[in-house]
């Protein structure tokens, strides 16, 4: 009995086991075949963390981390570092693949050569792709640091750089594009427009021509008397009949404020004799002359005409003849409203104005100059009171020049941060005994002389409407300059 009953339990077993195997499984479809399940494919090409690290490039004593400005990756490997030889270190997500221009190459391993702008693009799974443009360069990484994260603030593609101690250059750097469409990218010897800085070249030019006893500061400059009354006649108010070389050169001739450069303004379409008999015409000035300080392009503009009658050379011709060739200096000259010349980077205007619409031709005394880094700072050394390069002027003659005015300006506030062609006297900058900056559209430049003689300036191809642009540059060029104290 016993025997029976389990043979019964097992079979009862076996056909239980039988029923639930040909029962259906709650996950398998009607159909019987098993669900599709989506397989998720990755769409993501972004490229982070871009460096050069120490283990992976024998030539590197430390890592290399990089700025990144949405596609554009800026980073700074030390001078005497090949760039040809580089092998870089990023993230991408597992499933994509990395190109460097037409080469496939992997994180950590693979060497590239970056002497050139590289274009990196990165493919997801799903075949999108994404490119990224690698601007690597030599130099101090943390000067460049400063550099980056201002272009990046400000929306500037590209910047020059050169930094002097006891009149040697001890920096010089280079950084973007000088031609954001053609990828050009940008070189120490990249000439860029200076718009206000130009004034410096024309107090330059004055200067020499005061040294050689062509003219005094104190002659007049309109009138029967004045150095352009051949030009320009005698027919004009008492007050133009006035204003002497050293009322033009410190903004204390009293001379209406107007657009000198705008293509919107009255001298729309004129040339300079032009543009300044239009002046003249406006009747009577507005301050009596050598009473109010009021900064005015037209002053300068008069001097560069000045420059022209006196020495009966172009402007430029007279700068180069007289100061920049004798010197050794290159990389300055007179800029066009057409476009770049040869040597010049292209400028940006960041809102609807045409950076090529100021008539700088017109006004090139004024704010039409370009010029390189390099050749600033030699030209500083000419001016600096140093011993190592000789100025090319007496010390009376630059103690002139840089002598403060002491006047009112317009609101009848003391005025004494005006030299003649150069600023001073700024609280905030109590190391700068002569500096200058300058402003048009797409133009954004810095250049200044410090008491213990660590000079520099910074060129720029664009200029933001950010309120802090000036300020950050000014302050960028002090720690640049703290920087090689």
């Known amino acids: 009995m016993k025997t029976k009953f389990r043979i019964h339990l097992l079979l009862l077993f076996v056909a239980g086991a039988l029923l639930a195997g040909c029962s259906k499984d ?12 989506p397989i998720q494919v ?21 890592n290399c981390s990089s700025t990144v400005n949405g596609d554009l990756i800026y980073i700074t ?8 030889t580089l092998v870089p270190s990023f993230n991408v997500h597992e499933k994509a693949t990395v190109k460097a221009g037409t080469n496939a190459i992997q994180s950590g391993s693979s060497t590239v050569d970056f002497s050139k702008a590289v274009t990196i693009t990165v493919t997801a799974e799903n075949g999108s792709s994404r490119s990224y443009t690698v601007l690597a360069k030599n130099g ?16 500037i593609p ?23 469409e053609t990828k050009e990218r940008v070189t120490s010897d990249h000439m860029f427009r200076l718009a206000s800085m ?20 104190t002659d007049t400059v309109f009138g029967k008397e004045g150095v352009l009354y051949n030009a320009y006649g005698d027919n004009m108010g008492s007050d133009w009949k006035a204003i002497t ?75 180069k003849d007289e100061i920049y060739t004798p010197n050794g200096i290159t990389g300055i000259d007179a800029g066009s409203n057409d476009g770049p010349i040869k ?15 100021n008539n700088v031709e017109a006004g090139v005394a004024a704010g039409g100059v370009v010029a390189s880094a390099p050749a600033l700072m030699k030209l500083m050394a000419l001016l600096d009171y140093g011993t190592k390069v000789p100025d090319i002027f007496k010390k009376e003659t630059l103690d002139r020049m840089y002598t403060p005015i002491n006047v009112v300006d317009e609101d009848g506030d003391k005025a004494d941060q005006y030299c003649l062609g150069w600023r001073t006297n700024y609280s905030n900058y109590p190391d700068w005994p002569a500096f200058h900056g300058g402003t048009l559209a797409g133009v954004c430049p810095i250049w200044a002389r410090s008491y213990d003689n660590v000079n520099g300036v910074i060129l720029c191809n664009s200029r933001s409407y950010n309120q802090s642009i000036d300020s950050d540059i000014w302050h960028m060029l002090e720690d640049l300059q703290e920087m090689y104290r």
């Not at 101090?140 to 929306?155: G, L, P, R, T």
């Open 77 to 84: 490997v030390p001078d005497g570092v090949s760039l040809a």
């Open 245 to 319: 070389i050293e009322q033009l050169l410190s903004h204390t001739s009293g001379i209406l404020t107007e657009g000198f450069f705008g293509a919107g303004s009255a001298f729309s379409g004129k040339n300079l004799d032009e543009r300044i008999a239009t002046l003249l015409s406006k009747g009577e000035v507005k301050w009596a002359p050598g009473a109010v300080y009021e900064y005015n392009n037209s002053n300068f503009a008069i001097l560069g005409k000045v420059i022209e009658v006196v020495s009966g050379k172009k402007f430029m011709k007279f700068l």
């Open 42 to 62: 990755s769409k993501d090409n972004s490229l982070t963390n871009f460096s050069f690290k120490k283990d992976q490039n024998t030539s590197l004593e430390s």
């Open 158 to 180: 590209g910047v020059s750089v050169a930094l002097s101690k006891d009149e040697e250059i001890v920096y010089t750097a280079a950084y973007g594009y000088a031609d954001k």
């Open 140 to 155: 101090n990484q943390q000067v460049d640091a400063k550099i980056y994260s201002f272009m990046i603030k400000h929306n």
């Open 198 to 217: 130009s004034k410096q070249h024309t107090a330059i030019g004055i200067m020499k021509l005061v040294e050689q006893g062509h003219l005094k500061l």
């Open 343 to 357: 040597g010049e980077v292209r400028h940006y205007s960041q809102n609807s104005v045409n950076p090529y619409d």
């Open 26 to 37: 709650s996950t398998t479809p009607e159909n019987g075949k098993e669900e599709n399940k």
